[in-house]
């Protein structure tokens, strides 16, 4: 048999990635990138005035077929790879990244009677202006005593589904009443492949409250919550729940002629973006905590059992991996924090700098900040500049920085903030290693990895543990081609477990980074400060980053800048 391939397609934030893989190795043969021509947005409707209000994040749903349209037929003709010997295809997301459809499957933002309306266009993962109905879901849910929580590590996320649908209904009860679902945009863009739209188990257990023996929770609950909202899993959210690696159906004759590849082409059900790297660097049993860096972090775990840690986004039974329980947690922002301080918080000097080494400021500042030692700047930052994903999970909280004085330097507070986010992954570490779920090892994957090498040293010896990263440009698109590959089957030459795959196809390098003792005893020092002022600005005590963050949006209101429903 001719050697085979799969296609993977990781869409990310601002782009999406495409990778022809071999399933012979994993290697990657081709690769291409298509940015998002709308990217992140954050500020006004596309082709309006119409203003965005602070943590909105939207997206155009026709970005994610450009990148089909664009990348696949790219890999195709670059690697001269014969369509026929593409056995398969497989997409992973960002999530919980969901939009209204009506009962065609188009989005409600095509539509001339909704496009103006920002409720009808796709929320991205970050969008967090649903924070207050993720709030009151906690505190209804904790109030009857639903068990579901617990799964949670104790909270629903405002990035979540149920947070972002009730903020519709509650702001634009037209847009609620006119779709017909509620759909992520890894299972609608896996629906405009294959013409079938199919729910994935790890969307909807990780970010919609779905358990595979449980269902979603309770109408009753959902009645409790807003009765407008109790019989919603019924119908905007109706539909079977399916498997990773199920086959969702064959490219569509359309799409063919689109993408270059084969009517009937087997396309799996969609996936998360960092639950697909994780076969990917060719983990698939416990102790091994995978982390996804990019601009944000997911950090992913396998275990035996289900074990409640507090602050997780959630643990699903075969929601990494077929027959193991997957742990998610995360953090909101970290390679974003990089690019504020970059575009926002350095002078024209750095810039002139950067340019004239023949650096882009990010490795500048990188080689700069290496010359410290732990310690040496004097700074500590809080990581919060999106809120807290994880342990804390509220996306009220914000960016701390102290420690300044007249000497600090640019590269100082590049590293303070790489050190901040490093003690962040450490918090999730702890929280799971301490909770029965153990953590001994980290894999690295994601853009970071690849373009940041202090960063990497900083988190070896912030968690003092070692790293092992990944040899794959695209690790969450290789891991979706594997489950393209899964979806073919073996008798087309693909595979029948994700384990299979990952032992012929994960690619992981040889060289390891190490934590060096001595930094390890220093960050313990620091780390126990910045635990401190964790719990201090974060649990409670002092709640001045939530006070600020209502003054602001007072005086927003004043100045009739915010997007507010009628
Ligand atoms: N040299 C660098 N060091 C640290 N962060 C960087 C560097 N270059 C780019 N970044 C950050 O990497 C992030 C993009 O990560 P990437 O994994 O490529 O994308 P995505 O998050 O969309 O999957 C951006 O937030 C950017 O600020
Ligand atoms: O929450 C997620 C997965 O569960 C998001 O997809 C993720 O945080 C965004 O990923 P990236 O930083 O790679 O764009």
Redesign the pocket.
Known sequence: MSTKYAIGV?Y????G?VVLVSLANGEEVADHVTPYPHGVIDERLPGTTIELGHEWALQHPNDYIEVLEQSIPAVINSSRVDPEDIIGLGIDF?ACTMLPIDENGLPLSFSDSWKNDPHSWVKLWKHHAAQDKANQLNVMAEQRGEEFLNRYGGKISSEWMIAKIWQILDEAPEIYQAADQFVEATDWVISQMTGTLLRNSCTAGYKSIWHKQEGYPSKDFFQALDPRLADITDTKLRGDVVSLGTKAGGVTKEMAKRTGLLEGTPVAVGNV?AHAAVPAVGVTSPGKMVM?????ICHLLLGDEEKHVEGMCGVVEDGIIPGLYGYEAGQS????????Y?DYGIPPSVKGAAHERGL?V??Y??EKASNYRPGETGLLALDWWNGNRSVLVDTELSGLLIGATLQTRPEEIYRAL?EATAFGTRKIVDAFHHNGVPVEELYAC???P???K??LQIYADVTNRTIKVADSKQT?ALGAAMFGAIAAGKERGGFDHVVAAAEQMARIKEETVEPIPEHVEIYEELYKEYSTLHDYFGRGDNQVMKRLKALRNSADMGKGNVYVKN
């Open positions: 990781d990310g934030t601002e782009s990635r960002t973006d996804a860096m990019g601009t944000s922002a970290v390679g974003d924090i990089f690019a504020w970059v882009n990010h490795q500042l990188e790489i994601g853009g970071l690849q373009k940041n202090l960063l969450p």
